[in-house]
């Protein structure tokens, strides 16, 4: 989503992985959305407040580049909101820990979930749904993927006559009141109550 924004002015429509944080989870702790980062001065506010006290970057168990900020566990352990915050009980020598990604992928990540359940993405997502079908179609039943002969030149007019194949063939079915076929449902799917 980055790269894509960055290097060419392209806004990725899809789903992001929702925070595993247990105050996510729960829906009743102080998840990291509740926090301030100030990424110039390198720390973090909660909503309380406080600040962190050490920043430094550091790898995740899965070689990606992360940030962790830390609290002083003299600001946590008095803290009334400490359960809400942390699971680190009074003789612990940390206070709360925030994990996050470099700034850019940081910002990026927060405005997708941020935009995740509006109207406005939901709408967005179903132009992206039918653009997707279109091209499962193309797959499918007008074989997109193969070039018939070499040559950019003719694999672009191949395309084109195919996009034209594809508008009567969808037309045809407008007009005949041919039904839209049912999105298929996968065995997992299927199996849920
Ligand atoms: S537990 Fe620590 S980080 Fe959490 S709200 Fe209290 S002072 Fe802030």
Redesign the pocket.
Known sequence: MVTARRDHKVDLVGPILASTSWQTKDNEG?SQTD?TIDWDNRRVT?????TTSNWREDCSQHGAVVVRAR?AMG??RP????Q???RADATATM??RITLRPQAEQEVIQQARTREDTHERKEQYAHRAGVEGTISQGVRAFGLRRCRYSGLAKARLQHQLTATAMNFHRLNAWWTGIPRAGTRTSHLAALRP
């Open positions: 102080f926090f909660c909503p309380n407040g406080k609290f600001l946590c803290c009334e909101d400490r809400q915050c942390t206070g709360r």
